[in-house]
């Protein structure tokens, strides 16, 4: 499939691009955001052919700074509110997304459904993507699935569904520029996101599997690691990334040596430090909780031995 990219200005590669700590590899340029893309600022990506200006993403920065150069089209790793704040700086220019992640671009009751909120933090957060997020509802949208190819003349774009944070999710590879932009498969400490209503941890697993594969030397992630060059440390620290998930299980299956309630599982903190205070924390917990018991359960690796107890086995 080839994403059909709107009909724009020539020789875009020829122009300048100023922003502070910006990194060029080739037709493709960081904008990094303040503190490397530390949430809820993000790293956006500037892609320059001869006949089109793509941007990966529009950051919050870039909400805040303005975009450096005429753009003819916004691509989306997938549809988050802190993936889209700069579109308040573009408007009118095109915008695609996967097509498993159109129903959060076209209204905020879809972008909510996306996430799957308790009511009690969902009425707080809606105000707050308005607000500090700049949503507006885009009336317009393209979509594409997965290998679709955008040709900006001179430089290619392919997107690469990696499903798991949400469902649309994907990595863009530009082959020219050996460079591949990760969204959020961000490559942190942390570990993957998969907490929301479109979210899956199977799928998420599926994707860091596919992304070893990806031939590039420089690996751009959203958040917090910024640039990754070199294709050794960028597997060593994929590596890293999903041994979150097999510890975090690790982690849960000695806590149920004993028999243990998802509330007792919420308690203890499989995701967040006991430090951290968010109204999302109790919610988060009783998702990855769900998530891990249920599949634990299917593996047989624990036992469910009353009604809302587990213990392993």
């Given at each position: 499939?080839?994403?059909?990219?709107s009909?724009?200005m020539?020789?875009?590669?020829?122009?300048?691009?100023?922003?502070?700590?910006?990194?060029?590899?080739?037709?493709?340029?960081?904008?990094?955001?303040?503190?490397?893309?530390?949430?809820?600022h993000?790293?956006?990506?500037?892609?320059?052919?001869?006949?089109?200006?793509?941007l990966?993403?529009?950051?919050?920065?870039?909400?805040?700074?303005?975009?450096?150069?005429?753009?003819d089209?916004?691509?989306?790793?997938?549809?988050?509110?802190?993936?889209?704040?700069?579109?308040?700086?573009?408007q009118?220019?095109?915008v695609?997304?996967?097509?498993?992640?159109?129903?959060?671009?076209?209204?905020?009751?879809?972008?909510?459904?996306?996430?799957g909120?308790?009511?009690?933090?969902?009425?707080?957060?809606?105000?707050?993507?308005?607000?500090?997020?700049?949503?507006?509802p885009?009336?317009?949208?393209?979509?594409?699935?997965?290998n679709?190819?955008?040709?900006?003349?001179?430089?290619?774009?392919?997107?690469?569904?990696t499903?798991?944070?949400?469902?649309g999710?994907?990595?863009?590879?530009?082959?020219?520029a050996?460079?591949?932009?990760?969204?959020?498969?961000?490559?942190?400490g942390?570990?993957p996101?998969?907490?929301?209503?479109?979210?899956?941890?199977?799928s998420?697993?599926?994707?860091?599997?596919?992304?070893?594969?990806?031939?590039?030397?420089?690996?751009?992630t959203?958040?917090?690691?910024?640039?990754?060059?070199?294709?050794?440390?960028?597997?060593?620290?994929?590596?890293?990334?999903?041994?979150?998930?097999?510890n975090?299980?690790a982690?849960?299956?000695e806590?149920?040596?004993?028999?243990?309630?998802?509330?007792?599982?919420?308690?203890?903190?499989?995701?967040?430090?006991?430090?951290?205070?968010?109204?999302?924390?109790?919610?988060?917990?009783?998702?990855?909780?769900?998530?891990?018991?249920?599949?634990?359960?299917?593996?047989?690796?624990?036992?469910?031995?009353?009604?809302?107890?587990?213990q392993?086995?």
């Amino acid at each position: 499939m080839t994403g059909e990219l709107s009909s724009g200005m020539t020789k875009r590669s020829s122009m300048n691009i100023n922003w502070p700590d910006a990194l060029e590899l080739g037709p493709v340029t960081v904008l990094t955001g303040l503190e490397k893309g530390k949430y809820p600022h993000g790293n956006s990506v500037l892609v320059k052919g001869t006949n089109q200006n793509v941007l990966i993403d529009p950051s919050l920065t870039v909400a805040h700074r303005g975009v450096p150069i005429p753009v003819d089209q916004v691509l989306l790793s997938h549809v988050h509110e802190d993936h889209i704040p700069g579109m308040s700086q573009l408007q009118g220019i095109p915008v695609s997304c996967h097509e498993d992640d159109a129903v959060g671009l076209t209204s905020i009751d879809g972008l909510m459904s996306m996430y799957g909120l308790p009511q009690s933090v969902e009425q707080e957060f809606r105000q707050e993507v308005v607000t500090d997020f700049f949503y507006q509802p885009q009336s317009d949208v393209s979509t594409f699935s997965d290998n679709a190819i955008f040709d900006l003349g001179g430089v290619e774009i392919q997107a690469i569904h990696t499903p798991g944070h949400t469902q649309g999710h994907c990595a863009f590879l530009i082959p020219q520029a050996r460079t591949v932009f990760l969204g959020d498969i961000e490559l942190s400490g942390f570990g993957p996101y998969y907490f929301d209503a479109h979210s899956s941890l199977d799928s998420f697993e599926r994707s860091i599997s596919l992304c070893r594969s990806l031939d590039a030397d420089h690996f751009v992630t959203f958040h917090h690691k910024w640039v990754i060059s070199g294709r050794d440390l960028f597997l060593q620290m994929l590596d890293d990334f999903a041994k979150v998930i097999s510890n975090r299980e690790a982690e849960m299956l000695e806590f149920m040596t004993e028999p243990k309630t998802v509330d007792d599982c919420v308690a203890r903190r499989f995701v967040y430090r006991p430090s951290v205070d968010m109204n999302l924390v109790d919610h988060v917990e009783t998702r990855s909780a769900l998530i891990h018991i249920n599949r634990m359960l299917k593996q047989g690796r624990i036992a469910k031995v009353r009604e809302d107890t587990y213990q392993a086995v």
